[in-house]
């Protein structure tokens, strides 16, 4: 096997083991292969890993691994943002110092705006706090969103914080703070990202995907440059023909394997970014559909409970519901929000102890058979929450 086929087959095996260990548990993809290798990687190899640890040695190894990863998965360690920021600042070592000569003007301020592009919004992502809810600003999150009495309910408080709940918010028990419309903790820039700072996550991601799509794409244009400059006739003139031309896929993939081989620093970089770039597609995209839908990363989770139990048959409405304004409400609790759209849904499910509720089910409870029967009132239109979520007026 060829240095290019063994590099290639690398790069995919560790791309797909990050891919899947890092975003398998997606709602997206339960009840999918890639939510089963999830599974496997954090559940059926460590519970094997620990029976025969456990039988070999006592579980004195387990002790340890156990201390590792919660020290891994549970403390705001800076591991992996070392690890993501030395890929990208070695990668450009090896890259630019290579490529550079090849490079015209345009080139080379292209490439350099989307490396500095990259690191401001990786700066920005991991240094901002805005998101954080603090006594100070819980009066003007409170009054951010709405309750829509499904995810979200009024009245409930932190037990950490002490603060009661704004709609949307969640607490983040890494960075131990209440975030205001929580997406997710991200543990490559160390941070939690809300409703001040997801702008700052998505210029990354779009940012990042350009750069790895910009550097395979010179890779490629070098690369072929090398080949061509290198089928030369006896008198030392360039061929106007391109090297490509006539040449089976195999002859093809063989001759870009000897540049490849030529100037290692180039190819090498040129390839990490082409076969990690569907990463960051991934990931930008995912965000993308998650603006369209109107929910957060957080949000979708829940709805992907609430579809189960749905499923289950567990989930009922109110057949009679009276609108939540003209019920007693505690301004402090649940204040009014200037919101487009309201709903006066009311729902029961029956996995909550609620014996209240409980006798009504077969009243005038309707059981609910699918999650288009709830309305979703964070959703105001794919522009209007794209507005929202990149805090646009």
């Known amino acids: 096997m060829s240095l290019v086929k063994k590099l290639v087959l690398a790069i995919l095996a560790v791309s797909l083991v990050t891919f899947v260990a890092l975003f398998g548990r997606l709602p997206a993809f339960r009840k999918t292969p890639i939510g089963y290798m999830n599974r496997l990687i954090w559940v059926k190899l460590p519970g094997l890993f620990l029976r025969i640890d456990s039988y070999l040695t006592g579980g004195r190894s387990a002790k340890y691994l156990k201390?590792?990863?919660?020290?891994l998965m549970d403390e705001n360690h800076p591991l992996i943002l070392i690890f993501y920021m030395s890929l990208i600042f070695g990668a450009e070592c090896l890259f630019i110092p290579s490529a550079w000569?090849?490079?015209?003007?345009?080139?080379r301020i292209t490439t350099s705006a989307l490396i500095a592009f990259v690191y401001a919004f990786t700066y920005m992502c991991v240094m901002s706090k805005s998101s954080t809810i603090t006594a100070n600003n819980h009066r003007e999150q409170?009054?951010?969103?709405?309750?829509?009495?499904?995810?979200?309910?009024p009245g409930r408080t932190c037990q950490t914080c002490q603060l009661v709940k704004p709609a949307r918010s969640k607490h983040c028990a890494i960075c131990n703070v209440c975030v205001a419309k929580h997406?997710?903790?991200?543990?490559w820039v160390m941070n939690c990202l809300g409703r001040e700072n997801y702008v700052f996550f998505m210029s990354l991601l779009l940012s990042l995907s350009a750069l790895l799509s910009w550097g395979a794409y010179l890779a490629y244009g070098i690369l072929d440059r090398i080949l061509q400059n290198n089928l030369s006739h006896d008198d030392g003139v360039i061929s106007s023909i391109h090297w490509s031309q006539g040449k089976t896929w195999s002859q093809y993939f063989h001759m870009l394997g000897w540049a490849f081989a030529k100037d290692f620093s180039i190819g090498g970089v040129g390839m990490l970014a082409l076969l990690t770039a569907p990463l960051?597609?991934?990931l930008l995209f995912y965000h993308i559909y998650l603006i369209w839908a109107g929910m957060t990363t957080n949000e979708s989770f829940k709805w992907a409970m609430w579809k189960d139990d749905i499923t289950d048959g567990y989930v009922y409405k109110d057949g009679e519901p009276t609108d939540h304004e003209e019920q007693t409400r505690d301004l402090e609790i649940e204040p009014y929000v200037d919101w487009p759209i309201a709903s006066n849904q009311k729902l029961f499910n029956r996995t909550e102890e609620n014996a209240e509720h409980r006798d009504l089910v077969s009243a005038k409870w309707i059981r609910v058979k699918g999650l288009d029967e709830i309305d979703n009132i964070y959703d105001l239109g794919f522009l209007n929450n794209l507005r929202d979520a990149l805090r646009i007026l």
Do not use: E, K, N, T
Not at 67 to 71: A, C, K, V
Not at 142 to 153: A, E
């Open 183 to 187: 997406d997710h903790h991200c543990i």
């Open 101 to 107: 000569p090849y490079l015209d003007q345009r080139h």
């Open 67 to 71: 201390q590792l990863g919660h020290y």
């Open 142 to 153: 409170m009054s951010r969103y709405p309750y829509d009495h499904v995810l979200f309910r």
């Open 280 to 282: 960051a597609y991934g």
